[in-house]
């Protein structure tokens, strides 16, 4: 069964306190990773695809990397405009399979 | 449109009572899915559609969910008999392809009392 798992749960930063999130997956074949950011009452919003381990891929503070095992999001000098709930998702290699989301890491930054 | 759109926005249903809540993706995605989040948790999927088939249903929860896209564009989802267990937010997201990156709307948030 494909699998995501995020940690931690919830992280609290002051402002400028550099952090990474996890996402750690089993998956039958990996299509692709995503990484969504949330807001409170707003839907997903699309930050990155990483498909094959060792890539990377970089937006403002934020910087996405992809094992074969894990993804992580590392966050430098947070803002507190960075606050949301950080979704990772995979595809499975397998037809039209939909992607499958983690629980999120609710990420908080105090100024 | 300039974004998915979904409506209404906040719906509250007596057990039992039927409901019915529209999504309006992209003009021009092929791709509509709709998901279901429960407060605190990752968003669940439940069914998709290209253009007007619907190629996979296997996420909804009974035979209670039912949706639609007639037109391979509007979708409607609904929700027959509506259980206390059903209260939770329902998104819609579409894309151009086949889900590869999903534009996303706010969600209809359903409380069932």
């Known amino acids: 069964e494909d699998q995501v798992t995020q940690s931690p749960e919830a992280l609290r930063l002051q402002e400028g306190e550099s952090s990474s999130l996890n996402c750690s997956y089993t998956?039958?074949?990996?299509?692709?990773l995503f990484w969504y950011r949330q807001d409170p009452g707003k839907g997903p919003e699309f930050l990155f695809t990483l498909y094959s381990a060792g890539e990377e891929k970089e937006k403002e503070r934020l910087k996405a990397t992809l094992t074969k095992k894990e993804s992580f999001l590392h966050i430098t000098a947070p803002k507190p405009e960075d606050s949301a709930t950080y979704l990772c998702?995979?595809?499975?290699?397998?037809?039209?399979?939909?992607?499958?989301f983690g629980k999120g890491t609710r990420l908080s930054v105090i100024a | 449109g300039a974004g998915v759109s979904q409506s209404p926005r906040y719906k509250v249903a007596k057990r039992g009572q039927d409901v019915a809540l529209r999504c309006d993706p992209i003009?021009?995605?092929?791709?509509l899915f709709w998901y279901q989040q429960a407060l605190g948790q990752g968003p669940e999927f439940l069914t998709y559609?290209?253009?007007?088939?619907?190629?996979?249903k296997s996420g909804l929860p009974s035979d209670r969910f039912f949706a639609e896209r007639p037109e391979g564009s509007v979708s409607t989802l609904k929700i027959q008999r509506t259980q206390q267990e059903d209260s939770a937010v329902y998104l819609c997201a579409s894309s151009f392809g086949t889900g590869e990156k999903l534009f996303f709307g706010s969600g209809t948030q359903l409380s069932v009392l």
């Open positions: 559609f290209q253009n007007e088939a619907q190629l996979d």
């Open positions: 998702a995979v595809r499975p290699n397998s037809g039209n399979t939909p992607l499958v």
């Open positions: 003009s021009g995605h092929v791709s």
């Open positions: 998956v039958s074949g990996l299509r692709g």
